[in-house]
């Protein structure tokens, strides 16, 4: 290929300087005696015409300041079979580009749950999977699982089966990707005007920490609490910090405690100066986040080990999952909600993260003053768009986890194999240039000729 591309073009360049050197360096001897046959001439343009001193290539300026044209453009059609010899090796180039190839791939699963529970564990508080995937993909930048990136998980298909695949191809095709999205917004700690209230109780020797949902009537239900000792009896005079992760679990009043918010997150500082019982100025940020599943089709990019390579989503989110339980939405929301409580509520007076949730977050910010009791207390604008999209992995890691969630499918659809392959591509500005230097040459030897 080599030899059709470059060595060709390079010879053929190279082979026409020669011929307009002997063109050239005969003119340069005859110039001068066609001058005196035309009689009249004067000395500077036959007899004392020195055009064979130099290369015959390098007379161009004699020629030009003696008007004899002919001679002066021959000069400059061998100067240009250097450039030619330049523009004709590099016109073609070998360049690698994405061709796609039309196919068939057949679906994995289909969104048909085949149970009630996303997680395969009877107890989700003792499944830790998403949190250790989730985990070694940001501080070592692991991959996540198969058919899963950082908002979704995307129901999978099989390579195609008519055609041979190459380890660097790709597979493009229409499918159906799952997530859950949080939205959180802040509010105020001991604030009972909301829907919503996180109330700390505090006495001498302890502390309760009470989430609470509003009744039609506008009283409070108890919906959690924590009872713990106060951080001016664990630590006293010592900066304190403590970070809380509660969701709606009260058993009595779940219909009231479950329709408001599956999980209510929230970071605590307290200083020296302020270590008296009551705390009278302790700073905190609170976020209490709504979720909600999301399901949408999606034109999805993977390589050959099923890793996601790009996605695009097609059309409007999907509101209606058919043959899914009406409630089995919300139930999984719960289900991903009740896995991330995985949280100590102690106060501490160091930077060890006691929480998954806290550590992923450490590793996303990049350093620990989320959880340093010397540092002030980060503001919620800071803090909500990396915990919102810290549980948008984790939920899609779940997803993703457990494929088998969803029912093993027999449909086919079409799809795309993008392959990188080197292709042969011309040179505009080399194929200008080539062009014309060879018009020049064919002007020029027509006036050599007649």
């Not at 790709?170 to 802040?186: E, H, N, R, V, W």
């Not at 209230?197 to 006495?203: E, G, I, P, S």
């Not at 991330?340 to 006691?354: D, G, K, P, S, Y």
Request: hydrophobic share 40%; glycine share 4%; charged share 15%.
């Amino acid at each position: 290929m080599q030899l059709l591309e470059n060595y060709i073009p390079t010879v053929f360049a190279t082979l026409l300087e020669p011929f307009w050197v002997l063109v050239n360096r005969i003119y340069c001897v005859v110039q001068p005696f066609y001058e005196l046959q035309k009689g009249r001439s004067i000395p500077q343009r036959s007899v004392v015409a020195k055009y064979t001193s130099i290369p015959p290539q390098l007379v161009v300026w004699r020629s030009a300041k003696a008007r004899q044209y002919l001679l002066m453009l021959i000069c400059l059609a061998t100067l240009l079979a250097n450039v030619l010899a330049l523009s004709l090796s590099g016109l073609f180039n070998e360049m690698p580009r994405v061709v796609t190839y039309n196919a068939i791939v057949q679906l994995e699963r289909i969104a048909v749950p085949t149970r009630e529970n996303l997680i395969p564990m009877f107890d989700p508080n003792a499944y830790l999977d998403h949190f250790q995937v989730v985990m070694a993909n940001l501080s070592s930048e692991t991959r996540l699982p198969s058919w899963t990136d950082n908002t979704n998980f995307y129901l999978p298909f099989d390579p195609p089966k008519d055609r041979q695949c190459d380890a660097g191809d790709q597979f493009k095709a229409i499918t159906l990707g799952f997530g859950i999205d949080y939205k959180c917004s802040p509010f105020n700690l001991n604030d009972l005007s909301g829907e919503v209230a996180l109330q700390l109780l505090l006495t001498n020797i302890t502390e309760t920490t009470a989430l609470s949902s509003k009744l039609p009537n506008g009283s409070y239900v108890d919906c959690n609490h924590i009872i713990q000792s106060p951080a001016y009896r664990e630590f006293p005079g010592q900066h304190s910090t403590r970070e809380i992760i509660f969701g709606f679990i009260n058993g009595v009043r779940g219909d009231v405690c479950w329709s408001k918010s599956p999980l209510v997150t929230g970071w605590m500082r307290v200083h020296p100066t302020q270590q008296e019982p009551g705390y009278r100025s302790l700073s905190s940020t609170l976020l209490i986040c709504q979720s909600h599943l999301r399901a949408a089709m999606f034109d999805v990019t993977v390589d050959t080990d099923r890793n996601i390579i790009a996605t695009e989503q097609i059309g409007e989110p999907i509101t209606h999952l058919e043959q899914w339980p009406a409630n089995l939405s919300q139930s999984i929301v719960d289900q991903v909600a009740r896995v991330n409580l995985q949280a100590e509520q102690n106060w501490h007076n160091e930077t060890v993260t006691a929480d998954w949730t806290n550590h992923l977050l450490t590793l996303m910010i990049g350093n620990r003053s989320l959880v340093d009791p010397a540092h002030e207390v980060l503001d919620s604008a800071t803090v909500r768009p990396i915990l919102e999209d810290l549980y948008r992995r984790l939920a899609a890691t779940l997803f993703g986890l457990s494929p088998s969630f969803f029912q093993k499918a027999p449909d086919t659809v079409p799809a795309s194999i993008l392959r990188v392959e080197t292709r042969i591509f011309l040179s505009e500005p080399a194929f200008i240039l080539s062009v014309s230097i060879l018009a020049i040459y064919l002007l020029i030897s027509v006036a050599v000729y007649t």
